[in-house]
C-alpha cells in the first residue's frame, strides 16, 4: 500500500506541476501581464503607469527562464503557488493569504453541515425511492427530483429570502456572524437552498446505484432466505453500493474549503466563495489565479483520498 | 424450518432493525421539519445587553483607508466621523449650516499680518484624551492612551504635506505658508538620505523643520498662517483631515508583523471607537469613555450637548426636548456589510435596521401621492426628503484625444451633442423614481450661487440640434471619418452590479440615438479611481458631496489645479481654463456678495458652453427612519451625526417581536404532506408483508 501511495502522491504532484504551467500559460502568456494590468489599469494607460504597476505587483520580470535564468515569472510563480505565498490582491493589495485564512472559517461553516446533511437527507431518501421502486412513491420522488434539479440555485436563493426569511421569518434574510450561538441562525436559510438545489441530483444517482445494486445475485439470495426489504435495503444494499457514494462523497470534501460561490455572495456569507464572487466581479486575476490553484490542488487531494477509501470499505479492493 | 426460523430470525433481528431505522428517519425528518419551530427566529443580532442603546445600520462596501489624511468618500466618513473629532464642528439643527467649537474652546480668531496673509489661533480644550489603545504603550508610554496636544494637529497638517501619504486635499491646505515647501524639503531629504526614511516619520517631519505657517506656541495653542486669503480654511478643520492624530499610531501601524495599517487601525478623540474590523463582514463603533463630552459633561463645550436653537420643524419633531443633554446618546453602532439592496430593505422593514432608504423595487408600496404610505404610517416609520448637496454629472476627460481638447472645436461640438441626447428627467423617472433635481450648473440648490430661474441649454433632449452639432463636429451621422466605422467612445463605470450597468446602457443608448458607440467598461470603486488617477479614460459619470456649503467647494472640481491627471485632484475631467481658473481664483477668496454672484454666473457660462461635464442631477434623498430612531436631521454633506441619535430600545423591541413573530403551520403543513404521500405505501407494503 505504501508502495501505492507514493506512486499515486508522484501522480498528484505531476498533475499540480501541470495545473501550474497551464495557469501560467492562461494567466501569463495568453493574458500578457500587460493584460492584467490594463485590466486592472485600463485600456488607454501610459506605458510608465503600466510598467509601475507590474513592478509593484511583480509582473515586471521576463516570461521565461531562459531569458533569464535567476529572475523570471515563470520560477517565480511556481514558487509562489508551492510555497503559498499568493501575494497581494490586484485590485486592492491586500495580501490574499490573509484573505483565504479570513474566509475558510466561514465557507467551512456553510459547507460541512451541506454536505452532511445532503449525505443525511439523500442516502434515506434514495432508499426509500428505491425501496418504493415502481410505486407511486417513487415516480412522485422521481418527479420532484427532476423538478428540483431544473430550477436554478438563484431563483432558490431569492425565493427562499423572501418566502423564508421575509413572509414566514424563520431565519434572517442574509448575513453572517460567527459567534456560535447566531451561526446555526444564518446559515440555515443558505443550508435550506443548498439542500433543495443539489438534493435532486444526489438522490437520482443513489437510486440508480441503489436499484443496480438491488439487482445483484447476493440480494436474490437475501430474499430468497427471507431476509426482510428494509434489511435487504439497509444492510445489503446500501452496503454495497458505498463505493459509488464514497467517490461522490470524497471528491466533494477538498472542495469545501473553497466555498460556495452563490451561497456565499447573495446571502452575504464572507467566506472564500464569496471572495472569488468579487474578484471575478473586479477583474483580480492575482486572486482568482490563488482561487483556481487551490481548486485543483483540492480536486487532486480528493482523487488521491477517494482512491485510498475504497480500500477502506472494499476489502477487494487491493493497492498494488 | 430451522432454516425458516433462522430466517425468520433474521427477520425478527431485521425488523426491530427497520423499525429502527425508520423511527430514526421519522424523528430526523421530524426535527428536520419541524426546526423552525425549534426556537428559529430571523433576528440577526444577538441579544443586546439591557439598557444598552444600539444604532443598527449596514454598508455595501468597506472603504479603502480610514487614515483621515486620505479617506474622502462617504463611506469612509461613517467611520472616521464618529472615530476623529475635529476642531470645529457644524451645528447639528441650524440651516444654512453653521460651525460652532469642537475640540477647541472657541471659533479660531482671525488675524490680518499684511501682505495679504491672514492667521487663525486655535485653542485646544485641556485634558482632551485619545481613546484607549496598545500604541501608546507600545511606542514607550505606560498607559494607553495621553493627552491631545496642539503638535498632534500640527502633525496631521504635516502628514496631508507629506507627498508619500498621498492627501487629495493638498491643495486647500497649500495656502498655509511654507505647506508646499515643506513637501518638497520632505521629499528631497529623503531622496538625498536613503537611511532618512527609516527614521520614524515624525521625527523626519521635524528634522525638515515642519510647516513654517504651523505654529504651536504652548501645547494648547495652534497657529495657522495662510500666505493668501482663504476664508474656505475654517471648513476644513471641520472636517477629519485636521484631526490630532497621534505620531504613536502611525508609527506603530505599519502593517508589519502581525500589526494593522493605519489605514485600518484609527486612533483619535472622538465620541466612538472602532472596536471591530472586518471589512467583509462588520464593523462596531462603541462610546469613548475618553471622549471630553463624556469625561467633562459639566464644561457643557457646544459640540459636547445637544443644541437648543433650532427651528419649528425641530420643535416639532421633538429635537429641542433634548436640548443641553449631554451626548451621545447611542452606547454602539453595529454595521453589517449588506451588499445586495432588497434584503438590506427587507430587513430595515422587519425593524433590524434602524434607517434605510428607499429601494426602487418597493418604492411604489412605500410612497404614494409623494407621501408615505397608509402601511409604512401604520408601523411608525417616518420619511425624511431634503436635496441633497451634491451634484452628479457625466464628464468627459478633455486629455483624451477624441473628447478632449486637443481636438478643439470639433470635441467640444461632440461634448455639446452627447449632451443634448441625454434625458435626464427621463433618466429620473426610471432609475430614482423622479427622487432629484435636474441639475444645471454644478451649484446645487441651499448652495450660494444656485439660480433657480437659470435653465443650461445643453441640459435638456435636442437630438436634431445634436446630429447637426455631429456633423459640426465631423462626425456626420456619428460616422468616424478615419475608420469610416460608427465613433467609438468608452464610458467607464464603477458599478459593476446589474442595476448600475443598465443605468449606464441608458445613457449609451441614448448616444446611439446620434450614431455614437460607446462601450462600456465597469471595474470595482478602487481600480476605477485607479484610472481616473492614470488618464484612463474617456466619459465616466461621478458625484460629489458637499464637503462643506460654500460654492468653491463644487467649482474648484473643474479647476485646472484640481486636475486628477497632472495633480491627482478631484477634476476628473481635467478641465483647464484660464478665463474660468482666474474667476474661480478670485470667487474662491470672496465674501458673499453681487460681485461674487456675478463671478459665478460667468463660471457656469464657460461650463455651459465647453461642456466638461453634462450635469446630471441633485439628489433628492428620501430616507426611512423607525418611530424608534430620533433626532435625525440631514445634514447635506458628509457630516458625522452619531452622536446626536437616539433610540427608545423598548418600542424597538415590541415592534421587532410585533413583526416578526415565524409563520409555523407551513413546516406543519409541509410535514403532513410528506406523511400523507408515503403513508399509504408503508400500509401497502405492511399489509403486503402480512
Redesign the interface.
Known amino acids: 500500500m505504501g508502495a501505492y501511495v507514493i506512486r499515486r502522491l508522484a501522480y498528484g504532484v505531476g498533475v499540480i506541476v501541470g495545473v501550474l504551467f497551464l495557469l501560467f500559460l492562461l494567466f501569463f502568456t495568453v493574458t500578457q501581464p500587460d493584460d492584467i494590468a490594463r485590466r486592472a489599469l485600463g485600456e488607454k494607460v501610459s506605458v510608465e503607469v503600466i510598467e509601475q504597476w507590474k513592478v509593484n505587483h511583480g509582473y515586471d520580470r521576463p516570461l521565461w527562464p531562459w531569458q533569464d535564468w535567476d529572475d523570471n515569472l515563470l520560477f517565480e510563480h511556481y514558487r509562489r503557488m508551492l510555497t503559498f505565498d499568493f501575494g497581494v490582491s490586484d485590485a486592492d493589495d491586500s495580501p490574499i493569504i490573509d484573505r483565504i485564512r479570513a474566509g475558510v472559517g466561514p465557507s467551512l461553516s456553510l459547507t460541512v453541515p451541506l454536505l452532511v446533511l445532503g449525505i443525511l437527507g439523500g442516502i434515506p431518501l434514495s432508499l426509500l425511492v428505491a425501496f418504493f421502486r415502481e410505486t407511486y412513491i417513487d415516480r412522485t420522488g422521481v418527479f420532484l427530483c427532476v423538478l428540483a434539479m431544473s430550477v436554478s440555485i438563484i431563483l432558490y436563493i431569492v425565493g427562499a429570502q423572501y418566502l423564508i426569511g421575509k413572509v414566514l421569518r424563520w431565519y434572517p434574510i442574509s448575513g453572517f456572524d460567527a459567534d456560535l450561538l447566531m451561526l446555526p441562525r444564518f446559515l440555515a436559510l443558505p443550508i435550506i437552498v443548498g439542500l433543495l438545489s443539489g438534493i435532486g441530483g444526489d438522490v437520482r444517482f443513489y437510486r440508480t446505484v441503489f436499484l443496480e445494486e438491488s439487482t445483484r445475485d447476493f440480494i436474490r439470495t437475501a430474499r430468497a432466505k427471507g431476509a426482510s426489504e428494509p434489511r435487504i435495503m439497509t444492510h445489503h444494499v446500501l452496503r454495497n453500493a458505498l463505493i459509488p457514494i464514497l467517490t461522490r462523497v470524497v471528491l466533494a470534501i477538498p472542495f469545501l474549503f473553497t466555498g460556495a460561490l452563490l451561497l456565499e455572495a447573495f446571502f452575504g456569507i464572507p467566506g472564500l466563495g464569496s471572495m472569488t464572487f468579487d474578484a471575478i466581479q473586479a477583474n483580480d486575476f492575482s486572486t482568482l489565479r490563488t482561487m483556481v490553484f487551490i481548486g485543483s490542488l483540492a480536486f487532486v487531494l480528493g482523487q488521491i483520498a477517494t482512491d485510498l477509501s475504497y480500500g477502506l470499505v472494499d476489502p477487494r479492493v487491493r493497492f498494488e | 424450518m430451522r432454516?425458516?426460523g433462522?430466517?425468520?430470525g433474521?427477520?425478527v433481528?431485521?425488523?426491530p432493525?427497520?423499525?429502527a431505522?425508520?423511527h430514526v428517519?421519522i424523528i430526523?425528518g421530524l426535527a428536520?421539519l419541524l426546526?423552525?419551530l425549534l426556537g428559529?427566529?430571523?433576528?440577526?443580532?444577538?441579544p443586546a445587553k439591557e439598557g444598552e442603546k444600539v444604532l443598527y445600520s449596514s454598508f455595501i462596501d468597506a472603504p479603502?483607508t480610514l487614515d483621515p489624511a486620505t479617506a474622502y468618500t462617504t463611506r469612509a466618513h461613517a467611520i472616521t466621523g464618529a472615530v476623529y473629532d475635529t476642531l470645529l464642528k457644524y451645528h447639528f439643527l441650524k440651516r444654512p449650516l453653521e460651525l460652532m467649537p469642537g475640540l477647541v474652546v472657541a471659533l479660531p480668531e482671525r488675524t490680518e499680518l499684511g501682505d495679504g496673509r491672514v492667521r487663525y489661533r486655535f485653542e485646544l480644550r485641556e485634558d482632551l484624551l485619545y481613546a484607549d489603545d496598545e500604541c501608546f504603550r507600545l511606542a514607550g508610554l505606560d498607559r494607553t492612551t495621553r493627552e491631545v496636544v496642539s503638535q498632534d494637529v500640527a502633525f496631521q497638517l504635516s502628514r496631508i504635506a507629506d507627498p508619500e501619504v498621498g492627501s487629495p486635499v493638498i491643495e486647500p491646505f497649500s495656502n498655509i505658508l511654507g505647506f508646499a515647501e515643506f513637501g518638497q524639503r520632505l521629499t528631497a531629504r529623503r531622496e538625498a538620505d536613503p537611511k532618512f526614511i527609516l527614521r520614524p516619520v515624525h521625527e523626519q517631519y521635524a528634522a525638515v523643520g515642519g510647516i513654517a505657517g504651523v505654529v504651536t506656541p504652548s501645547i494648547q495653542v495652534l497657529e495657522i498662517t495662510l500666505h493668501r486669503a482663504y476664508p474656505q480654511i475654517k471648513y476644513w478643520f471641520a472636517m477629519e483631515f485636521t484631526t490630532p492624530v497621534p505620531w504613536e499610531a502611525v508609527l506603530v501601524y505599519d502593517g508589519k508583523e502581525g500589526r494593522p495599517r493605519f489605514d485600518d487601525h484609527p486612533v483619535g478623540t472622538g465620541p466612538y471607537v472602532l472596536v471591530e474590523y472586518?471589512k467583509?463582514?462588520r464593523y462596531v463603533l462603541e462610546r469613548s469613555p475618553n471622549w471630553y463630552g463624556v469625561r467633562h459633561p459639566e464644561w457643557k463645550a457646544p459640540s459636547a450637548v445637544f443644541p437648543s436653537e433650532g427651528d419649528e420643524e425641530d420643535r416639532r419633531a421633538g429635537r429641542l426636548e433634548y436640548a443641553g443633554r449631554s451626548l451621545p446618546f447611542i452606547d454602539r453602532v453595529e454595521v453589517?456589510?449588506?451588499?445586495?439592496s432588497?434584503?438590506r430593505f427587507?430587513?430595515f422593514l422587519?425593524g433590524?435596521y434602524d434607517a434605510s432608504g428607499i429601494i426602487k423595487e418597493s418604492f411604489d408600496k412605500v410612497i404614494q401621492e409623494d407621501a408615505l404610505s397608509p402601511e409604512m404610517v401604520a408601523r411608525g416609520i417616518s420619511l425624511g426628503k431634503s436635496v441633497a448637496l451634491d451634484v452628479f454629472y457625466i464628464g468627459f476627460n478633455l486629455d483624451?484625444g477624441v473628447v478632449g481638447r486637443g481636438r478643439g472645436e470639433r470635441s467640444r461640438k461632440l461634448r455639446q451633442a452627447m449632451s443634448l441626447a441625454i434625458d435626464v428627467e427621463e433618466y429620473l423617472r426610471i432609475f430614482m423614481n423622479g427622487r432629484g433635481v435636474l441639475a444645471q450648473s454644478p451649484i446645487p440648490p441651499g448652495i450660494y450661487g444656485y439660480r433657480p430661474e437659470y435653465k443650461n441649454p445643453y441640459t435638456r433632449v435636442d437630438l436634431d440640434r445634436a446630429r447637426t452639432l455631429m456633423v459640426e463636429a465631423g462626425y456626420p451621422g456619428g460616422i468616424d471619418p478615419t475608420t469610416g466605422e460608427a465613433l467609438r467612445l468608452?464610458f467607464?463605470s464603477y458599478d459593476?452590479s446589474t442595476a448600475g450597468m443598465t443605468q449606464v446602457r441608458f445613457y449609451t443608448s441614448a448616444w446611439k440615438q446620434i450614431g455614437i458607440d460607446v462601450r462600456i467598461?465597469a471595474?470595482?470603486y478602487?481600480?476605477f479611481q485607479?484610472?481616473l488617477r492614470?488618464?484612463?479614460?474617456?466619459v465616466f459619470q461621478f458625484g460629489w458631496v458637499a464637503d462643506y456649503p460654500d460654492p468653491e467647494n463644487f467649482f474648484f472640481l473643474l479647476w485646472s489645479e484640481m486636475g486628477k491627471s497632472k495633480f491627482g485632484g478631484p477634476n476628473g475631467a481635467n478641465f483647464s481654463n484660464a478665463a474660468f481658473d482666474q474667476l474661480f481664483e478670485s470667487m474662491k477668496s470672496r465674501e458673499n456678495g453681487p460681485r461674487r454672484m456675478e463671478e459665478i454666473r460667468e463660471m457656469t457660462a464657460i461650463l455651459e458652453h465647453e461642456r466638461p461635464w453634462i450635469e446630471l442631477f441633485h439628489r433628492e434623498d428620501y430616507s426611512l427612519y423607525h418611530g424608534w430612531v430620533r433626532n435625525v436631521k440631514p445634514m447635506g454633506i458628509s457630516a458625522p451625526t452619531y452622536q446626536y441619535r437616539d433610540i427608545d430600545p423598548a418600542r424597538r423591541k415590541a415592534d421587532r417581536l410585533d413583526w416578526?413573530?415565524?409563520?409555523?403551520w407551513?413546516a406543519y403543513a409541509l410535514f403532513a404532506a410528506g406523511v400523507l404521500?408515503?403513508l399509504p405505501?408503508i400500509r401497502?407494503?405492511l399489509k403486503e408483508?402480512q
Do not use: M
Not at chain 2, 534 to 538: D, E, R, S, T
Not at chain 2, 660 to 664: E, G, L, R
Open positions: 432454516l425458516a433462522r430466517a425468520g433474521d427477520e433481528r431485521g425488523l432493525s427497520a423499525n431505522s425508520l428517519g430526523a428536520f426546526s423552525p428559529c427566529s430571523n433576528d440577526p443580532y444577538p479603502r472586518d467583509q463582514a453589517r456589510r449588506e451588499k445586495e432588497i434584503p427587507n430587513k422587519q433590524y483624451d468608452t467607464d459593476t467598461e471595474t470595482n478602487n481600480q485607479e484610472k492614470n488618464g484612463a479614460y474617456q416578526n413573530k415565524p409563520i409555523v407551513p404521500i408515503v405505501g401497502t407494503y408483508r
